[in-house]
Structures are given as C-alpha cells and as structure tokens.
C-alpha cells in the first residue's frame, strides 16, 4: 500500500514523501515501518498504544481513529502532522 509521509516525518525515511506499507491494520502498517525507519511509530502512537493527539491519520481519504482499523495492499494511508498557531 502507499504511505504518505508528511515533511516532519521525512527525515526518518531519508526524505520520501512517499513508501511502501505491509500489514493487515494500521497497526501493523506502522509496525513494519519503525522496523524499516526506526523511531518513526513513536512520533506517531504514544506510550498507551492511541495515536498522538496532534496527528491525522486517513485511509484512502477517510480519518481513522484507532490502530485496529483494517486496511489493505491497495489502500493509501496518509499521516497528517496538525499545524498550530496564534
């Protein structure tokens, strides 16, 4: 499936905006990728296994909740970094 990294999470991939993701939830998916980009889950899921407060993250367009959500080889999972300011 393609997974596409937002800039903040680049510098974990070697700058691409774009990688190849494997597993059967999005759990699993970020799994495989701290395997292959480690420290990159962790900026992503917290310490109680939820995803940060300040992350997005969508399935073929739709913002999922939770890790045990199912995706497939042909979805797009997109991280989105939250923006702040005053």
Avoid at 15 to 21: P, S, T
Avoid at 31 to 49: H, K
Wanted: hydrophobic share 40%; aromatic share 4%.
């Amino acid at each position: 499936m393609r997974v596409l990294v937002p800039t903040q999470l680049r510098s974990y991939t070697g700058g691409a905006a774009e990688v190849a993701g494997r597993g059967a939830t999005l759990g699993e998916v970020l799994d495989e990728l701290d395997a292959r980009y480690p420290g990159m889950r962790f900026r992503i899921v917290d310490e109680q296994g939820r995803i940060r407060r300040h992350v997005r993250i969508f399935v073929n367009g739709e913002v999922v909740g939770g890790l045990a959500v199912e995706v497939a080889e042909r979805d797009q999972v997109q991280i989105v970094g939250a923006l702040s300011g005053g």
